[in-house]
């Protein structure tokens, strides 16, 4: 168990509709990562934070996503007006100060009908 | 050219084999090098890390790097039915703070 839970594990929506997805890292892990991973594929980095700073947003990162890390523990990451093509497993990762090592969440898997 | 590639698989060995997966990378300057499994359906887990050229063991499994090679391996000794998963090699370029870069992963099958 890596601490590091996500919410909803499931999420099946319809085209058009807002997403909100939740991860919560310990609280040793000031670091916190989204990665989005599509069948047969490796996960593809989105953004990460530096407690609550976002340092680096990923191309993949359109307009329609955002991400927050308000205090600086948990994170939300909205899509909004889903397409089809963001149907994917949306992983999140901690990491501990002075450390390099991610360790995943349950990730949660979004299904765009 | 993919910033981290690896071996095409479907790999398939026998229980008790030693199974070999590979793993290049293309940005000479990468400093941090990772293997994560992935059952079906899961999340990665962390298997091993390495940063150093040269190997590394861990109980059945050993990380191989050679930077100049621009080349990482992970052996798993004594495969396990267990075993079974997708292994994922993922590299950190100069910044340690940083993402991963990963590759698309190689399946694994051991059979009994």
């Known amino acids: 168990d890596t601490g590091v839970s996500q919410d909803p594990r499931h999420k099946i929506t319809k085209r058009g509709q807002n997403v909100t997805f939740r991860c919560d890292p310990i609280?040793?892990?000031?670091?916190l990562y989204w990665y989005r991973q599509t069948l047969g594929q490796g996960p593809e980095f989105l953004t990460y934070?530096?407690?609550?700073?976002?340092?680096?947003k990923s191309r993949l990162l359109s307009d329609r996503f955002s991400a927050e890390r308000p205090k600086g523990s948990f994170s939300t990451l909205e899509i909004q007006r889903t397409e089809q093509g963001d149907s994917a497993m949306y992983l999140c990762?901690?990491?501990?100060?002075?450390?390099?090592?991610?360790?995943f969440g349950p990730g949660t898997r979004l299904l765009v009908l | 050219q993919k910033e981290v590639e690896q071996n095409s698989g479907p790999l398939s060995v026998p229980e008790g084999a030693i199974a070999s997966l590979n793993c290049t990378y293309s940005?000479?300057?990468?400093?941090?090098f990772f293997w994560y499994r992935q059952y079906s359906g899961k999340s990665p887990e962390l298997i091993m890390f390495i940063y150093s050229n040269g190997d590394k063991e861990d109980g059945r499994f050993t990380a191989q790097l050679n930077k100049a090679s621009q080349y990482v391996s992970l052996l798993i000794r004594d495969s396990q039915p267990s075993d079974s998963a997708t292994y994922l090699c993922?590299?950190?370029?100069?910044?340690?703070?940083?993402?991963?870069?990963f590759g698309r992963g190689t399946q694994l099958t051991v059979w009994p």
């Open positions: 609280s040793e892990h000031n670091r």
């Open positions: 990762a901690g990491v501990k100060t002075a450390q390099e090592t991610q360790y």
């Open positions: 940005d000479r300057g990468s400093q941090s």
């Open positions: 993922a590299v950190h370029r100069g910044s340690t703070l940083g993402r991963l870069y």
């Open positions: 934070f530096q407690n609550e700073a976002q340092l680096e």
